[in-house]
């Protein structure tokens, strides 16, 4: 990347770097310089700079009359006669020689040692090719012999191949060059485009351009022209829609245009290793040994590492990352083979590839549920492309790869529904469509019993999440008296609880129950949740002690298990565990708390919550568990006064967040919700605004329209209230009330608070006249008398009653506000 029409823009970045050869010629007394990298990464720009302060310092310190730089670009040279003829060449003139015309080593030796008493730089540059000029062995031997000639001569060579040379690796320095930085990267397109205002733009142009310098200028140049014909948006659109192209339009010399560079550099290779290579670059993050061993067919795993990674990597075809023990194929590259490289057998590499990472989502799902969440998490992190390629594929899939597909959905579906659910919902639609095509109706049931439970959970979407339940279990009812029968029966139930049909839920939770129990199924998971279920939805119709009796039999099923276990560890010689050593019981505490806060009895709330984030905090479970029970213990405190505590805690969950590598959004905006509720309680509600809006701005990314949106939505318009800000609170409470059709949730009482909180702001701000006061009235009464009428439906008493109460409470502050008698 030496090219003449970027000679204008200065050199920037690669400091590291350079600060790396200029130890190890300064202090370390190295001789000789080997720069290696991929094609187009600055090798021969980055030497160029390098030589240049090595001279500069050379002129200064030592009195040098002058120090002479050789540059020698090999990629011009055909045949070693040539070599030697452009080397003798180069170097004719420093000196009266003896020797002509030297065609030979021997010959190249004499000729040399003529120069020991004068100081010069040669720069072997470009020596990809010395193997196809016959000349790699020779430059093996010349090399050492002119670092032998003492310090007055330097020599760098750059290169995509790495070059060992024996006997001289006390003065040698080999430095391997990586793709540049993020601050590296926008120096440098910065440089080029001086007067280019890209706004919101340089990080994404940053990333498309990944790391490359010559990527970096021509973006750079074609933006800082005079007549600027793009402008960083359109140069966005462009990249993202045809980055090699747009790399390498044909008003670039050849030599630079990135996709005739990196053809090249491929066709280096034989046609076997471009098979190799193609077959890895089908994986679209990075990869380990075995990963690539199973791609390859190759078998053990340290033959496909010394055969085939190994090898590619010191081409700089690979890079490898020594921490994590991972390789990579650099992006740009990657386009280049799929555009160059055909792969022979297509389907057997996406069959191998969906095998491959069908395993490992299943592995990383099965370890976040245990002790092993950190490593999972540390897995998903990396693994994470990976696993997007692989739902991706699931769109193009045929019947061959079809089974690994169901195999994710059936195993992995709250791994999907927690971490990449955007994806997993056109994951499960494309793959309904397949199960359709294959004629296979049990499949189908499960993708649906995934794709409900996303919708759900996830996307708040009830109605639809229903149906797909329903349809699922239409199909499994026909067959025996399965786990999976069992497992739509527990998830319709609890969707039928979230639509607060709680008589509906109980009957399907039940039924869950009795066929988990009639398999003797009495303590997994799954039957376990159907007691936990069962015990919130008594909680909801007012059945406190029917939902404690629930919780108990599960926490009683828990503490059985326990016994057995630890029945064994003794026989094996290992300590005996206790309660707040077993992560599952820390769900039946949590449960407790919140059937007796919902009984009044916040004191014997507090008690449960604080034993369930004992039992998190000691066996360590997922961080997204964790959080949810320290803003529950957070909500508790404030609600018994102790608002710094809460506060407290809050900071702690906070700062967990915050140091978290793959963050769920949804604990985040829990966070600040309860954050702005507390500063409501102490009612400082500039704070509680701030917390609240990034609450808002949070659950409209993840859950837009959601019931989880409204709340904290109104959360925030109650804040707007206490700072006395009416038009900004009615704006907010209307916005509420414009979600009412998006949360089809009818037992919610979000639309109806927020419909009284218009008729408080009417009240309050003197602001509209009695007829809009009563119209505000009626719609908040339409709401309300609509709640009490589906309460009544599903016997919920208590809550009957607390709404009738509430709506008398309202009518009376406006029939006293305007004199408003009963009659009227």
């Known amino acids: ?85 452009h080397l003798y060449n180069s170097l004719d003139g420093l000196e009266d020689h003896t020797v002509e015309n030297p065609s030979s080593l021997q010959q190249f030796e004499l000729h040399i040692k003529q120069f ?30 002119i670092a032998k000639l003492g310090n007055n001569v330097h020599v760098y060579i750059t290169s995509t191949e790495e070059i060992e040379f024996s006997d001289i690796w006390t003065v040698y320095h080999p430095q391997t060059m990586e793709t540049m930085n993020k601050n590296d990267s926008k120096e440098i397109l910065k440089a080029a485009a001086q007067n280019v205002d890209f706004g919101e733009h340089l990080d994404t142009i940053v990333e498309l351009c990944d790391g490359l310098p010559l990527a970096l200028l021509m973006v750079g140049s074609e933006l800082g022209t005079d007549e600027q014909m793009l402008k960083p948006a359109e140069m966005v659109e462009l990249l993202t829609e045809c980055r090699l192209g747009a790399l390498s339009r044909h008003c670039y010399p050849q030599d630079d245009r990135i996709a005739d560079v990196l053809k090249d550099f491929i066709g280096q290779l034989s ?36 055969n085939v990674l190994i090898p590619l990597k010191r081409k700089n075809y690979l890079r490898h990352n020594p921490d994590t023990k991972r390789f990579d194929i650099h992006g740009i590259l990657r386009d280049c083979l799929s555009l160059y490289v055909c792969i022979q057998d297509i389907a057997a590499v996406r069959k191998k590839f969906c095998r491959i990472f069908t395993d490992e989502i299943k592995k990383i799902s099965l370890q976040m549920s245990t002790i092993e969440y950190a490593e999972a998490i540390a897995s998903f992190s990396i693994e994470n492309p990976n696993l997007q390629q692989l739902l991706t594929d699931a769109l193009y899939t045929d019947e061959d790869n079809y089974c690994f ?90 969707n039928l609880y979230v639509q607060g049909r709680a008589e509906e839920s109980i009957n399907h939770l039940e039924r869950s129950r009795t066929l988990s129990e009639s398999l003797g199924n009495f303590r997994t998971s799954l039957c376990l ?113 102790k608002h710094e505590e809460a506060i407290q805690l809050l900071r702690e969950a906070e700062s967990i967040y915050m140091r978290e590598t793959l963050r769920n959004e949804t604990n985040f905006g829990e966070i600040c919700h309860t954050f702005g509720k507390v500063y409501i309680k102490k009612e400082e509600f500039v704070t509680a605004v701030s917390y609240l809006e990034k609450a808002a701005a949070s659950r409209e990314q993840t859950m837009p329209r959601s019931l ?45 608070d927020a419909l009284e909180c218009l008729v408080e702001i009417c009240l309050r ?43 008398h409470s309202v009518w009376k502050k406006v029939s006293e506000a305007y004199s408003i008698s009963d009659k009227q």
Request: neutral net charge.
């Open 405 to 494: 597909f169901i195999e994710v959905a059936s195993t992995s579906y709250r791994l999907l529904q927690e971490y990449m659910a955007p994806l997993s919902e056109k994951f499960y639609a494309g793959l309904l469509e397949i199960t359709i095509r294959y004629g296979r109706p049990e499949d189908g049931a499960i993708v649906k019993i995934a794709y409900g439970s996303l919708l759900t959970n996830a996307k708040g979407d009830t109605t639809k999440g229903e149906s797909y339940y329903r349809q699922a279990l239409q199909v499994l009812s026909h067959g025996h008296n399965t786990v999976k029968l069992a497992e739509v029966h527990q998830r319709l139930g609890w």
């Open 529 to 641: 949740q159907s007691l936990n279920s069962l015990g919130i939805v008594h909680a909801l119709k007012g059945n406190f002690d029917d939902s404690e009796r629930y919780h108990q039999e599960s926490l009683r099923r828990h503490r059985r298990d326990l016994e057995e276990e630890n029945i064994k560890r003794v026989q094996k010689k290992k300590k005996p565990l206790s309660e707040e050593e077993v992560a599952r019981f820390a769900a039946v505490y949590d449960n407790l708390g919140t059937l007796y806060q919902q009984k009044g009895d916040i004191q014997q709330a507090l008690y449960y919550h604080e034993k369930g984030l004992v039992i998190k905090r000691r066996v360590k479970v997922p961080v997204t568990a964790l959080l949810v029970s320290i803003t529950d213990v957070a909500d508790v405190y404030s609600l018994l006064g």
């Open 271 to 306: 046609e076997l290793f471009q098979q190799r290579l193609a077959t890895l670059g089908y994986i679209k993050g990075s990869f380990n040994s075995e990963q690539a061993m199973k791609m390859l067919d190759h078998d053990p795993v340290d033959h496909a590492e010394d």
């Open 765 to 807: 701000s003197h602001q509209e006249n009695k007829t809009k006061l009563l119209k505000r009235y009626e719609a908040f009464a339409e709401e309300s008398e609509r709640l009490i009428r589906l309460y009544k439906n599903e016997l919920i008493d208590r809550m009957v009653h607390y709404l009738t109460a509430r709506q």
């Open 116 to 145: 020991v008493n004068q100081f010069f730089i040669l720069v072997f540059d470009n020596c990809d090719n010395l193997r196809d000029i016959g000349i790699y062995d020779e430059f093996q031997l010349l090399i050492p012999k």
């Open 708 to 752: 989880l949106h409204a709340e904290c939505v109104l959360s925030l318009c109650n804040a707007e209230m206490g700072l006395q800000r009416y038009e900004v609170a009615k704006k907010w409470a209307q916005n509420v009330v414009s979600m009412k059709d998006d949360i089809n949730m009818p037992q919610n009482r979000v639309i109806s």
């Open 1 to 85: 990347m030496d090219t003449e029409i970027f000679n204008d823009v200065p050199f920037k970045g690669r400091k590291e770097f350079l600060n790396g050869l200029f130890n190890a010629w300064k202090i370390d007394g190295c001789v000789v310089f080997g720069v290696f990298g991929m094609k187009s990464i600055g090798k021969s720009r980055t030497v160029k700079k390098h030589v240049s302060d090595v001279k500069n310092v050379l002129l200064q310190e030592n009195n040098f009359r002058d120090v002479t730089v050789v540059d020698i670009d090999m990629k011009s040279l055909g045949t070693s006669e040539e070599f030697y003829e």
